[in-house]
């Protein structure tokens, strides 16, 4: 069993930046972030796997940027050009190997909060 918690949640205004980390434990072939606005349902915006592949839901593509440490025990998702829209409860999470390309995680942490201010 993967066990991940997050940090790094706050407050930005619209354009800014913040990064999010993740400190996993144990073993999986795929990591990535999900979030969810209120109301919503927990959907999946970016996926690295173990070879170190990436993917992205378009509504973050070429704003956001999943990354691990050398030993794939920490991930992290540098956020840049915040949108009011990107406001939600952030989580990372594991998907085994064929549900990496689709952002399908079935796994994730608690969460940390991303408030952006217009």
Known sequence: QVHLVESGGGTAQAGGSLRLSCKVSGDTTCMGWLRQVEGKEREGIAAIDFNGATGYDDSVK???????????????????????EDTAMYFCGVAAGSFCPKLDFHDWGKGTQVTVSS
């Open 62 to 84: 070429g704003r956001f940027t999943i990354s691990t440490d050398s030993t794939k025990s920490t991930l992290y998702l540098q956020m840049d050009s915040l949108k009011p």
